[in-house]
């Protein structure tokens, strides 16, 4: 129990968060942020083992502030439009939105077996849309102005899970990967002029390189590990992104407990990207499932600003769920961080 404590107190008391606080980079932001997503989906499925794969996330406010800035650009003069945005941006500064579609298709290659070797290989496509913006006036008095990343990935190859060993499993996928993205300060005066504070059309530089992700877990009675790292690139062509070439680096234990009526899993783990401080990816949490034909499983999670509560539908023919990001800290390096909401939907392998 001692040791779960520890964890705790070292998840809720980052440095990176109590201290002084930094500069805003959006970049920054977004690799956090867009990591902890990786961690939520990856606690509720295995990647790449289901027919369609549909992941949404949100923040709330996002569509009502689109919708303003819409609005605000419907009509009028050129000055009109300006002063309108601007009325829009004020009404949201220092608020921080974000939104990420990913969408996933694979299908499964025939079943390997030689001797102790078992092989489970598949193929699939991948592609994500990424958006991380935050308003601010703090660099042009009066003017408020948004800072904008947007990303586009496209993923495609070859993804094996192999086994030779009892309880002992290598996932490894191989993959091409094409990015575009993009950073951009916006001014009312140029949101007025596009119409919108975003727009994922304007991204036109490909990289593409070869990647592989590997991980390698340990299943055990009472215990499990793993440890991983995800977009390693081995060599690419075209210009250089903003986001760049860093994998992401994880490694989560996950302790499993039996009760009378459901089984629960107590987990502690830690992810890392270049960009962000290495106690901003630990996090801590609880799994939970029914242990009656009720196909209900629930997950808490907790990071260094976030309660992430995860409640899922798992059958056989589909996997349904909700996750709610709820922030405990507010604001965050003087920007507000609305509640995110996600859903999933995807239809597993039998």
Do not use: C
Request: proline share 4%.
């Amino acid at each position: 129990m001692r040791q779960w404590i520890i964890l705790i107190l070292l998840v809720t008391s980052s440095p990176s968060v109590l201290g002084a606080p930094q500069a805003r980079n959006e970049l920054h932001r977004y690799t956090l942020m867009r990591d902890r997503f990786i961690i939520d989906k990856d606690l509720k499925k295995n990647k790449y083992t289901s027919f369609f794969d549909l992941d949404l996330l949100f923040t709330a406010g996002l569509k009502s502030l689109i919708g303003d800035v819409s609005d605000a650009n419907s009509t009028g003069s050129t000055l009109t439009k300006t002063l309108a945005t601007a009325g829009v941006l004020g009404e949201n500064v220092n608020v921080e939105h974000m939104l990420d579609l990913e969408v996933t298709a694979a299908a499964p290659l025939p079943y390997i077996k030689y001797k102790k070797y078992r092989i489970l290989p598949s193929l699939f496509y991948n592609m994500d849309l990424g958006l991380a913006f935050s308003i601010s006036n703090k660099n042009a008095g009066l003017t408020p102005t948004a800072q904008v990343y947007v990303k586009k990935d496209t993923k495609m190859g070859l993804y094996n899970r192999m086994r030779w060993a009892k309880g002992e499993e290598w996932r490894l996928a191989v993959y091409q990967l094409k990015r575009a993205d993009l950073f951009a300060a916006k001014d009312s005066t140029a949101i007025a002029a596009s119409g919108d504070i975003f727009d994922f059309d304007e991204l036109s530089q490909d990289r593409t390189s070869i990647a592989t992700d590997l991980a390698f877990v340990k299943e055990k009675e009472r215990y499990s590990y793993l440890l991983e790292f995800q977009e390693l690139q081995l060599g690419g062509s075209g210009k250089e992104n903003d986001y760049g070439t860093w994998p992401m680096l994880h490694a989560r234990y996950m302790h499993k407990f039996n009760g009378e009526w459901f089984s629960w899993s107590g987990f502690y783990g830690l992810h890392w990207r270049s960009r962000y401080k290495l106690e901003s990816g630990l996090y801590i949490g609880l799994k939970s499932k029914l242990k009656n034909d009720w196909p209900f499983e629930f997950i808490l999670k907790m990071s260094d600003q976030f309660l992430t509560f995860t409640p899922q539908i798992i059958t056989k023919w589909f996997h349904f769920n909700y996750t709610m990001k709820n922030p405990y800290r507010n604001p965050y390096g003087d920007v507000w961080t609305p509640t995110i909401h996600s859903i999933n939907l995807n239809f597993p392998f039998p």
